[in-house]
């Protein structure tokens, strides 16, 4: 659903179909509450693959399944170890934000997307990846259109 497509363009850093779902969620607490929970749980998965990275003589963490273990191949290159744990910091002022303030969710969930999610072709340069350029596909329930890379990722 479009839970799933705005966490995978989050972490795909892809900024106009992440905000494109944002309506289906942000002013509706129901939803927006549990999000916050997966994109942390998310996050920890790729904190934890920043970490192996850096650290190559770490502890042995067991394997993802094979679906994250998918998500966190094509998000890792996209993500720095300080850039997660800004994202760490921000997910937990969002959470006290739209629990205990009177600011639009909308506003707030917006923030998030243009703060983390800018233009792909400057992340994967950061990261000396080949650049990839991105189109939207329409979802078969005709909601938020998802990424589909035109070429893969290369170190």
Do not use: M
């Not at 939803?31 to 770490?58: K, M, T, V």
């Amino acid at each position: 659903g479009a839970t799933d497509r705005f966490i995978d363009a989050f972490f795909s850093r892809n900024q106009k179909p992440a905000l494109e779902c944002l309506e289906h969620f942000a002013n509706e607490p129901e939803e927006a509450i549990p999000l916050l929970g997966l994109l942390g749980w998310n996050l920890r998965h790729l904190a934890l693959g920043l970490a192996d990275a850096q650290n190559h003589s770490g502890p042995a963490r067991p394997k993802p399944n094979p679906y994250l273990a998918e998500k966190l191949r094509r998000w890792l290159p996209l993500w720095t170890l300080d850039s997660a744990e800004s994202l760490q910091e921000t997910l937990a002022d969002l959470d006290f934000s739209s629990k205990q303030t009177a600011q639009l969710s909308l506003g707030l969930w917006t923030d998030l997307v243009i703060r983390f999610c800018h233009t792909i072709s400057i992340e994967l340069q950061k990261n000396q990846i080949k650049s990839t350029t991105y189109k939207t596909q329409k979802s078969d329930s005709g909601s938020c259109p998802r990424p589909t890379p035109k070429t893969k990722f290369l170190k």
